[in-house]
T-cell receptor, first 114, second 114 residues
Framework: DAGVIQSPRHEVTEMGQEVTLRCKPI?????LFWYRQTMMRGLELLIY????????DSGMPEDRFSAKMPNASFSTLKIQPSEPRDSAVYFC????????????FGNGTRLTVT | AQTVTQSQPEMSVQEAETVTLSCTYD???????LFWYKQPPSRQMILVIR??????QNATENRFSVNFQKAAKSFSLKISDSQLGDTAMYFC???????????FGAGTRLTVKP
């Protein structure tokens, strides 16, 4: 079990550019989550999927953010256009089945928008 | 909406001593799940311990135990025989029954001193 794999680990981009963050969940996990971590707001749930279908995207800050899960082994979080206030660590997590299952987190992507 | 509050932004403890991190939550639900996660400097989020609300017995995992007070909506984490490797951010988290959106507190930064 390789765990949840996120790429890139670090991303530095200029304001206005498109940013794509990638995630490969643990095989067999039905749920995939995207979180954003900042000093000011802590860990915020952005969106989560069940069997590749978005279930709750109420945490997505605005239309500049979009997430997709085209298949069970891959998800992307895209920011277009990026802004300096999007700078944060973005975590992807997956879990097997039920609400009592713990989340398995990736190592996160540290995004810096200048 | 469910909220999770960690009122101690930072704490420190001497190696080998015991420390308790506090967490309170607000919910109108009767069934739910509570978790403590650890985030060391490596940034990886690691499950420490979890508790089902319908179980009265407090969960324990080796040196880690919780004091779950359902009526008071309190879920504190006790770390016994603290080790240097326990230095990390600790997050309390909540999930409703039949719902997978896990909500996190702001975290407590714990430093274990030699």
């Amino acid at each position: 079990d390789a765990g949840v794999i996120q790429s890139p680990r670090h991303e530095v981009t200029e304001m206005g550019q498109e940013v794509t963050l990638r995630c490969k969940p643990i095989s067999g996990h039905d749920y995939l989550f995207w979180y954003r971590q900042t000093m000011m707001r802590g860990l915020e749930l952005l969106i989560y999927f069940n069997n590749n279908v978005p279930i709750d995207d109420s945490g997505m800050p605005e239309d500049r953010f979009s997430a997709k899960m085209p298949n069970a082994s891959f998800s992307t979080l895209k920011i277009q256009p990026s802004e300096p206030r999007d700078s944060a660590v973005y975590f992807c997590a997956s879990s097997p089945r039920t609400e009592y299952s713990p989340l398995h987190f990736g190592n996160g992507t540290r995004l810096t928008v200048t | 909406a469910q909220t999770v509050t960690q009122s101690q932004p930072e704490m420190s403890v001497q190696e080998a001593e015991t420390v308790t991190l506090s967490c309170t939550y607000d919910t109108s639900e009767n069934n739910y799940y509570l978790f403590w996660y650890k985030q060391p400097p490596s940034r990886q989020m690691i499950l420490v311990i979890r508790q089902e609300a319908y179980k009265q017995q407090n969960a324990t995992e080796n040196r880690f135990s919780v004091n779950f007070q359902k009526a008071a909506k309190s879920f504190s984490l006790k770390i016994s025989d603290s080790q240097l490797g326990d230095t990390a951010m600790y997050f309390c988290a909540f999930t409703r029954f039949n719902n997978n959106d896990m909500r996190f507190g702001a975290g407590t930064r714990l430093t274990v001193k030699p």
